[in-house]
Every structure is written in C-alpha cells, then in structure tokens.
C-alpha cells in the first residue's frame, strides 16, 4: 500500500465518520484536525481504531498525539512508519 | 540531568527576532514600547483593585522589571534567566519580601537575619523541589523511582498533615502541592517517553514557574506543551497575546467579586424566585476566579515566551456534557486524558472500543476525584471526603459518560473552519446549550452548597414563581441560546497547542488599543467612583481588595457560636490562614447553656483564654470589672448590651471599648456632673436584639442603671433569624412576656420547629421589621417603666464594609427612632484608617482588635459626654428626645 492509497483511505474515513456533508476538497493534506476540536478525545480512539483494523499496525498510548494526529500528512506519516519499508 | 534529544522541535524564544507578523506592523520598537506601556498599566490595575493577594501585586512588580530584563537578554540566557526569576520569587515570596524589601534592606531599615528568617520558608519549598527534581532523573527503573517519588510523597504529607510541627514553613505547603503533586507525574511521563528536551534550567522553569507561588490552584501545565510552545510565535505577538489575556483575567476576577458581593449567595435572604435564580447562577459564576486566575497567569508566562494555549473556552456556553469538559480548565482535561484516559483505553482496547472507552471514562473520572481530593489536602491539610464532592463528579462521569456513547456509537458531525451550518443546526445548538448550562449549574449548586437544607430553602423559593418571573427566566434562556448559537462553536485551543493558522494573523494594534483602553478605564474607575459619592461609590469601594461578603461573615460567626467548623467558612476563605488549633476553646468554656431563649451566658468568675486573649469575668456574669450590686450613692450607672464585638472578643479586658470609655467618663477632665460613672458590660456574644433586650429585663434592671446601652450592628439581622430558628427547633421557653408575640411571629410566618434552620431562617426574613420594631418598642416601654434612659447604638463592623452595611443600618436605626429611641451611630469612626489596616483580631477571625475598640471608645465617648451632660432625670429624658440623635461629628464640633 502506498503513501496516496493509505491518505486517501484515511481522508475517506475522517469525511464520512467525523466531517459528513463536507466537500472532499476542503480537507487537505494540511488541515489541521486536533488543534482545531475536530479530532476531539472519543474521535481520536475512533480513528485510532480504524487505523489500527484497517493496515494492522498498533498504536500506542503516548503515540495518540497532536505531532501524530494533527494533519492528513501527519496520521498517513504514523502509519508509514508503523507498516514500515515496503 | 538529561540531555535534550529533540531541540530541533522546540525552539527557544529568539531574543533578537521580530516575526514576520511585526516586520509588517513596521518595527519592533514602537511596538515593544506599546507592550511596556501596556504591561505597566496592568500592574497598576492589578494594585489599586487589590486583586488576589498582596504577594501577588509584588509578583507582578518582579515579573514587569523581570521582563525588561527578559526581553533584551540573548536568547540562550533566556531560559536560563526566567528559572532563576522564578527561583528568585519562589524563595523571597512567601516571605513577604519584595522590592520594597530590598529597598528596606539598602537603607538599613530590615536587618539581614531578618531577611533570612523570612526566606526559610522559599528556600525550604525549593530544597524540597529540587530533591523531587533529583528523585525522576536518578539513573534506576521508572518503577524505582515512582517508588521513591511515593515514599516523598508520603513522608511530605505526614508533615503536612500535622501542620503544627513546623509552623515557620506553614505557608509552603499549598504552593508545594500546586508545583508538584501533579506536574511530577507528567514530567515522569514526558521524561519516560523522550517527548520533550529535558535541562535543568528547563526543569526549573516548569516547575517553580514564576506567578505559582501566589497561586495554590495554578493551572497544570503539560511539560511537552510548556516545551513546544516556548517561543512557538513571535515574541511580540506573544507579548500581546500575554496581555490581552492578562486583561481577561483581571476581567473575570472583578467580575466573581461583583457576583460574590452582590449575588444574592445567602439562602436565607432568598425573598422571590428571582433571588432563588440568582442564587444558582451566582454560585456557577464563582468560578469566574479560576478562571480569572488562570487567564491572568498563563498571560503572564506569554511574556516570558511561554505561548501556552488557553486555559478555559467559552465554557458557560458548552453544548454538551463532553463539551463542557473539554472547554473547562483544558490543561487538566488534558492532563488526565494522558495520564489516564488513553492509557487505560489502549490497555482495554483488545475488549472492544466502546467497553474499554466507557471503562477508561469511568477511571478517569474517580481519578479526578482522587486528585481534586488530593490537591485539597495540600491546600487544606486535610482529605475533601464529602457527600457533595462524591455526588458532584459521580453524576458529571455518568452525563459525559453517555454522550461520550453516543458520540462513540454515532457520528457527530463537526465543520471544517468557515463552513456555516444550517439553521435547523443552529437551534439545535441553541437548545443543547441551554440544557447543558442548566444541568451543569444545578450539578454545580450540588456540589458546592453547604448542605441539604441549603437546596430544599431553594427549591422553596423556587417554588413561588410568578408568571412574571418565569417569563424573565425563560428571556435569559433564549438570551443565553442566542449566544451559545453565535458564539458558543468558536474553536477551542488545546493544551497541544493553538492552530497554526490562528498565529499568524495577530492584529496586534488593534489587540494593542482594546487592552490600553479597557486598562486605563479599569485604573481610573476607582478614582472616578469614590468622588462621585454615590451608590456605585460603594460598589466599587467593594469590589477593591478581597473581603468576605455577607454570607461568609455569616457563616464564619456561626462557626465561631455555633461550634460549627470555622475552616470551612466559605469559597472565599480557603486562601487565607486557618485558624490555630484550639482558637475557640476559651470561649467554650466561657459559657454555660439555659434551656430558655436566652440559650446561653457567661460563667461567673472564671478567666480563660479565649482568642488569643485571656478574659475575666466577674461574680455578675458580666466580662467586665467588679462592681457592687447595688448603685453607690453620687454615681451614675450605665448598663451596656451588645454581642461579642462589645463583650470585646479577642481583645484584652482593659481594651474593650465599654472600659475605656468608663475611664474617661471618670476623667477630672471630663466635667460631667456625677462623682463616678460604671459602665457594667451585660454583653454575651452570639446575643441576638431579643436576647439583648431580655438580659436587660432579667438581670440588667436590677443593677439601677441609668442608662442602658442597647448596642446595635448589621449582622443583627442573621443574629435575629439565626436566634428565632434555634428558639423554634430546640423549643426553648419562653418567659410569659415575650411568648405570645414569638408565637404569633412563627405562626404568620409559616414556620415550625421540624423544619430545616435554612428554611425557617428564609421563612423569619420578611418578619424582621416586625421583631426589630417589637424589640425597640418593648425598650422603650421597659426602660421608661423602669426609669432608664435608653440609648441605641450602631456599632459599625471592623471589615470596613460599608456598601454592606449602610441598607441595613439605615433600616435598623429607623425603626429605633420610629420607637421614640435616641440614636448614637458610630458608623464613621472607622472613616480615617486605610482599607490595608487591619482592624480585625486576626485572618481568621473578623472580631475588632484594640485599635478598632480605641477608635470605638473614641467616637462613644464624644457621643454620651454631650448625652450624659446634658441629661436631667434619665426617665423624663428618654420621652423628650424621642426624635433625637447624638452625633459624634456634632459633639466634636460642639466642644
């Protein structure tokens, strides 16, 4: 799976589960999600499931972070580097 | 100490920049002159309101040089300089010490053994700290060095707890608690996790952060945010930012005074529905003090390059449980959602993610109960394990616990910046906003009430509610949907940080001229006000400096009477000193119970220590000199009624204003005509006018006074309903005189003795006119059956709370005179001493110390030579000056 395949997957998710009725435009690859309440603390476990279910990687507590969370760039990064080189 | 390992993702501030953001404002200089100018201003508003303590107002004298200093350092002396700062006001603090100090110390004026004596405690706290600091950078396992963390923990809060061990460092205990119980437990986690640079001046600086010391609830500070966030935008952005939300603070702090005046917070005052609604309302907004605190100190660190996030959001207008926490005090939202919440959900996951979110939900919330109750031991020395406490945090778990399901179950929609919603949206928002505010001020009055009988006396003025009324209260509701509509969706900082988006358009002119502006009208409006002399003069007199309102003063008299817990004497109480142990026990023993209504007098003979004084009382009962029973031949003799001021609490018992004023009537100089004059003081404390008044028909009369000084204040009125309550729930007799009157009085009332004292009290309240008027009729009536000649006399309240008690004096005074009284009223004698000049025993305890007896005797003295000089036979007397008044300014003038 590549780095376009793994954001779109998690763009889909983040539109239909937190932002429904969004255009998919106005979600870019740096729009900011916690700093600004989107991911607020109940949608971070949720998308951290999803994460986790969807490219079978674990996540850890402390790795639940805004620097990991925060953008498209930045969750599609963490499970980069979880899946590991390909 | 360790060394950093991520400095390129936390940038130290940059002394020598300017960001982008200023390089387009055109300059640093005017703009840095503007934050000068501006921060100046805020200490000035901070010292003529007296907000907070005084150590604050030194702290900000410390923090506004400090700052100067901060700005033109190189950047790698900046860090270092604001922990030695910190260091710096953390040691001398405490102690009072501050540039006033330092100037005493050049001029020679405050010995160095002195100095040093007062920096025990600082330095003490900081020892302890650093020996913390030591314990989670010691090269064992984590496991090992909780241990040890622990094994402190335990070994401080034995001392803690026994307080009276080693009372110089008494003071250091709350601010020890603040800096450290939790602080330690996310720099354990940050340090175990490597999310952060670790150095010591860093480790410093976060914990012994500069305004903590004046700060026992300072806000917890993530260590990885206080890291992140260190020179995160341009300093004179963040300058700006700092001072805007400095402003906000202070903001918010006049505010919970002017709610914590005027609000009507005493159940038993309670006369309509509205004042029931008042009362919930006002006892959520006292929490406008933490978050005026927190506005006011993350403020303050944005000027040392700290751009912490905001502390609160918006939280009145929350729109939904889980909202509501997420918007109130964030930096402890956050602090357990990562010491707590993610790590017991990521432990559970493999149960499913709604099992182990609802698990982690529920630890989390008896986690902070655990640690508010914790954090109150350091505060208090003593565990919060209350009914109120436990019920307040059991039903805010299960409400956030339910919408934290459904918004786990099902997709709450959220908006992109910019996105508008729909109208029907709107509604929605406004009507959850609405439900929420109101379940969250009714949890909020549970937690914080006193006791049960305290929501029942509300929910019985609740239940009075006129059409009128309720239409008043839904237009506040459709006011508060409206707001919770427009404003309640703005977007929220977390303690992770602001939007990057939000830091780089910072109007810092236009953000430069609204705090200017509000500054120079928040420092001038004190001036303004006292010159208008009018009510609003009063106001403001009220809202400068910290003083207890009515009903704390209340409470605390109770607690000093009724053997009540006088440390729990309010909200407003817990930053101030304790009383020592022991404080009330002489004036236990000072006493002995009656089964009638005067429910209490004073031990013949005895002396005791009571209040830091020692008391004697005489073979009469009467703490005062002895006397004869019967009157010598040539001397005039005045008997003299009040309550414990009079009694003369606190004070010794040559210092009672009714002794000193007995002297000088005996001074050759005074040239009255009687060879020798006794005042005999019948006065006991806790004596409400009834009791008074039946103490002169039972033992007073017998004396053959004169004169009888019937000593009247403002609290006579809870004096009056907190009396009558006890008379009906104990059923004390009643003497044959006074019995049809009380009976006919509880009866109108609608009272009996089953009921809870809090509802009687607010049910006696519109029937005090009727008691005072009774009262003062009877004195007149007994006193001109017995030929003595009455004499009122208002006795003002050492607090200097005048907009307090002007109604109330005005109101008691005119039924005196309406009852054909004379009137002497002492209420300017306390005119000239400054509102910094203590006047009260101690703290703790709001009973006139000796100088407000001196000034007492003074104003009595002047008042009752002009009376007494000029009185012939006393019974013809009282008849003839029915509408007179002796005032002590006139007799001054006269002389």
């Known amino acids: 799976m590549n780095e376009a395949n793994i954001k779109s997957a998690i763009k889909t998710h983040i539109l239909n589960e937190f932002l429904p009725g969004e255009a998919p435009a106005s979600l870019t690859d740096t729009t900011e999600l916690a700093t600004t309440g989107i991911l607020d603390s109940i949608s971070t476990l949720k998308l951290v499931a999803f994460l986790e279910s969807h490219f079978s990687i674990t996540i850890e507590a402390h790795e639940a972070r805004v620097e990991n969370l925060n953008t498209l760039s930045d969750i599609t990064a963490l499970v980069l580097s979880k899946l590991g080189p390909q | ?895």
């Open chain 2, 1 to 895: 100490m360790d060394s950093s390992n991520s400095r390129s993702a936390h940038r130290l501030p940059a002394s020598a920049e300017v960001g982008s953001g200023q390089r387009a404002q055109g300059g640093g200089w005017l703009h840095f002159a503007a934050v000068v100018a501006q921060f100046a201003l805020i200490v000035l508003v901070v010292r003529v309101w007296k907000l907070e303590t005084p150590v604050f107002g030194r702290v900000m004298q410390i923090a506004f040089i400090g700052f100067i200093g901060h700005h033109f350092l190189p950047a790698r002396w900046c860090l270092g300089f604001f922990a030695a700062l910190s260091i710096l006001v953390t040691v001398t603090a405490p102690g009072g010490l501050g540039i006033g100090a330092l100037r005493s110390l050049v001029q020679g004026e405050l010995p160095v053994y002195e100095i040093a004596y007062r920096m025990l405690p600082g330095l003490v706290l900081v020892s302890v700290g650093l020996v913390l600091i030591g314990v989670c950078h010691l090269r064992v396992r984590l496991g090992v060095r909780v241990g040890l963390l622990v094994l402190c923990g335990i070994g401080l809060a034995v001392i803690r707890a026994n307080g009276a061990w080693f009372p110089e460092i008494a003071a250091i205990w709350p601010i020890l608690g603040s800096m450290f119980v939790f602080r330690l437990m996310v720099y354990l986690y940050d340090l175990h996790h490597r999310t952060a640079p670790f150095s010591l001046p860093r480790s410093l600086a976060y914990f012994f952060m500069l305004p903590n010391v004046c700060f026992p609830l300072f806000p917890l500070v993530d260590y990885k945010t206080f890291c992140a966030t260190c020179g995160s935008e341009p300093r004179l952005t963040g300058y700006q930012r700092g001072l805007q939300w400095m402003l906000r603070g202070i903001i918010h702090l006049l505010l919970h005074r002017l709610v914590y005046q005027f609000a009507p917070l005493d159940v038993s005052m309670l006369a309509s529905s509205l004042d029931a609604v008042g009362f919930l309302l006002g006892t959520y907004l006292l929490y406008l003090r933490i978050s005026g605190e927190f506005h006011l100190i993350v403020g303050l660190l944005h000027m040392f390059g700290f751009h912490l996030p905001e502390t609160h959001h918006l939280y009145l207008l929350s729109a939904s449980f889980t909202d509501f926490w997420r918007r109130i005090n964030i930096y402890w939202k956050d602090f357990v959602m990562k010491l707590f919440f993610y790590p017991a959900f990521f432990a559970m996951r493999r149960w499913g993610t709604v099992r182990a979110m609802s698990l982690a939900t529920v630890l989390t919330f008896v986690a902070t109960w655990a640690l508010h109750s914790w954090q109150w031991f350091w505060i208090r020395g003593a565990l919060l394990l209350t009914w109120q406490d436990v019920t307040f945090w059991a039903v805010l778990a299960i409400l956030v616990l339910i919408n934290a399901l459904m918004e786990a179950t099902s997709s709450r929609g959220r908006r992109l910046p910019g996105s508008r919603p729909a109208l029907r949206e709107q509604i929605n928002t406004g009507i959850k906003t609405v439900a929420t505010f109101c379940a969250i001020c009714l949890l909020w009055n549970i937690w914080s009430c006193r006791s049960m009988e305290e929501l029942l006396v509300v929910a019985d003025a609740l239940a009075g509610a006129t059409l009128f009324e309720v239409f008043v209260v839904i237009a506040g509701l459709v006011a508060l949907a409206l707001a919770g509509i427009r404003w309640g969706q703005t977007r929220r900082e977390t303690s992770e940080g602001r939007p990057r988006a939000a830091a780089g358009t910072f109007p810092f002119w236009r953000v430069a001229a609204s705090v200017s502006l509000t500054a120079i009208v928040l420092f001038a409006l004190p001036r303004a006000g006292s010159s208008s002399g009018t009510r609003m003069a009063r106001v403001l007199d009220s809202l400068q400096g910290h003083r207890l309102n009515a009903r704390d003063l209340d409470h605390q008299r109770r607690g000093y009477y009724e053997e009540l817990d006088v440390q729990v004497a309010g909200d407003a109480r817990w930053g101030l000193p304790a009383a020592p142990d022991g404080w009330d026990d002489g004036e236990k023993r000072l006493h002995r119970k009656r089964s009638d209504i005067l429910w209490r007098e004073v031990l013949p003979s005895v002396s005791v220590t009571a209040a830091g004084e020692t008391v004697s009382t005489n073979p009469f009962g009467m703490r005062d000199r002895d006397y004869l029973r019967e009157k010598p031949p040539g001397s005039h003799r005045t008997v003299v009624l009040g309550a414990s001021h009079t009694f003369g609490v606190g004070v010794r018992d040559d210092e009672t204003f009714e002794n000193q004023v007995e002297d000088r009537l005996n001074d050759a100089a005074s040239g009255l005509p009687h060879d020798r004059y006794e005042m005999l003081n019948l006065s006991v404390g806790g004596y409400s006018q009834v009791q008074r008044l039946l103490r002169l028909e039972v033992d007073g009369f017998a004396l053959q006074p004169d004169v009888a000084l019937f000593v009247v204040f403002a609290l006579d009125e809870q004096f009056a309903l907190g009396h009558l309550a006890r008379c009906l729930r104990e059923d004390l007799s009643m003497p044959d005189a006074y019995a049809p009157f009380l009976r006919e009085l509880f009866r109108e009332a609608g009272v009996k003795g089953t009921m809870p004292q809090a509802l009687i009290e607010r049910r006696l309240r519109s029937q005090l006119p009727v008691v005072f008027t009774w009262v003062f009729q009877r004195l007149a009536g007994e006193c001109a059956r017995h030929g003595v000649r009455p004499l009122v006399v208002y006795r003002p309240g050492p607090n200097q709370a005048e907009h307090a008690e002007a109604p109330v004096r005005e109101r008691m005074l005119g039924l005196a005179r309406s009852a054909g009284l004379e009137v002497i009223d002492l209420s300017g004698c306390f005119a000239g001493v400054p509102a910094d000049e203590p006047l009260v025993i101690a703290p703790w305890d709001e009973h006139t110390n000796a100088k407000g007896h001196r000034l007492l005797a003074d104003a009595l003295f002047a008042a009752l030579r002009t009376a007494l000089a000029g009185a012939g036979d006393a019974s013809e007397t009282a008849a003839s000056n029915a509408d007179a008044e002796i005032s002590p300014q006139l007799t001054d003038q006269t002389l």
